[in-house]
């Protein structure tokens, strides 16, 4: 019926907008300093391989390939394991969503005194020059705004990682060649 139908509507209407409020708060916290990080020993290996399991049926319903490059038995990282589930998820996440066809990698390195991730997928890519790829990083920034998204996933990524003495960045040959999003993170 349609007061059914417009009953759906306004029911996902107030959900995305408790999760868009929830992020901006979460942003607003996090760049004020006052989010008290939990620190424990992570194996980033178990905790990515964990996560791609999660999401391979997203991928798959999309027509996606999810490819795991995941080195096991890498040395620990500290930090908040809920908080870097999160960042990693995101960065999968917005793979999936900003792919229409093709194939998604995710790679997990020691590289010298870190663990690097990255999420490399074969989707729109990145139609800003080089020098400006940082403003993707920024709150409410959105190179091709969608109804699905409020600009600050990535803000709140970036405030994670680098929370955690990492680093967060993107690489794109352009617009219609993919992208890939990166971190690091300090070795135990």
């Not at 990515?48 to 049926?57: D, F, K, S």
């Not at 038995?73 to 960065?91: C, M, S």
């Not at 990492?166 to 992208?179: D, F, I, Q, R, V």
Request: proline share 2%; charged share 30%.
């Amino acid at each position: 019926s349609k007061e059914e139908k417009f009953g759906k509507i306004i029911s996902n209407s107030l959900q995305r907008l408790r999760k868009t409020i929830g992020n901006i708060l979460d942003l607003a916290v996090l760049e004020s300093g006052r989010l008290v990080f939990k620190k424990e020993s992570i194996q980033m290996d178990e905790l990515v391989l964990q996560i791609t399991a999660g999401m391979r049926l997203l991928t798959e319903k999309k027509g996606l390939a999810l490819i795991n490059h995941v080195n096991q038995g890498l040395p620990a990282v500290i930090g908040d394991k809920d908080e870097i589930q999160r960042v990693v998820t995101n960065l999968i996440d917005n793979a999936i969503k900003y792919t229409e066809k093709g194939e998604i990698h995710v790679f997990l390195e020691q590289r010298d005194a870190f663990i690097e991730f990255a999420v490399k997928d074969t989707g729109i890519g990145i139609g800003l020059p080089r020098d400006m790829f940082g403003k993707l990083f920024e709150r409410f920034f959105q190179e091709s705004p969608r109804t699905d998204g409020e600009g600050v996933g990535l803000a709140i990524c970036k405030n994670i990682v680098e929370a955690h003495k990492g680093n967060l960045w993107a690489e794109s040959e352009g617009t219609g060649k993919g992208a890939t999003f990166k971190f690091t993170l300090p070795i135990a």
